[in-house]
């Protein structure tokens, strides 16, 4: 499957934005579907993950509260929306998919990537 992240921007603390991840193909619901993010100097590490058919979701403890992984299988699309952005969120979010579990070695699509900057 191939993924395209989109929705990235610089934002203030406290503020908020929703990213899509826009998938090819008619395999979209095979896969789970997370987010990650890489800030600079630092390793890739798992935000948040959602299950096949959107009855499950998983977050990493920093952002249980803010933000909300959804899909919508119909149009092949997942989407993160964070709220109440906070500085250290800044990094690049990818878009990813997976057969299996939630780890980042599980995810073996990934899409471009999209720069979250916040930011006074």
């Known amino acids: 499957v191939q993924l395209q992240a989109s929705g990235g921007g610089l934002v203030e603390p406290g503020g908020s934005l929703r990213l899509s991840c826009k998938a090819s193909?008619?395999?979209?619901?095979?896969?789970?579907m997370g987010w990650l993010r890489q800030a600079p100097g630092k390793e890739r590490e798992f935000v948040a993950a959602?299950?096949?058919?959107?009855?499950?979701?998983s977050y990493a403890d920093s952002v249980k509260g803010r933000f909300t992984i959804s899909r919508d299988n119909a149009n092949n699309t997942a989407y993160l929306q964070m709220n109440s952005l906070k500085p250290e969120d800044t990094a690049v979010y990818y878009c990813?998919?997976?057969?299996?579990?939630?780890?980042?070695?599980?995810?073996?699509?990934w899409g471009q990537g999209t720069q979250v900057t916040v930011s006074s």
């Open positions: 990813a998919a997976s057969n299996g579990g939630y780890e980042v070695t599980d995810f073996g699509s």
């Open positions: 959602i299950n096949w058919n959107g009855g499950s979701t």
């Open positions: 193909g008619r395999t979209f619901r095979r896969y789970h």
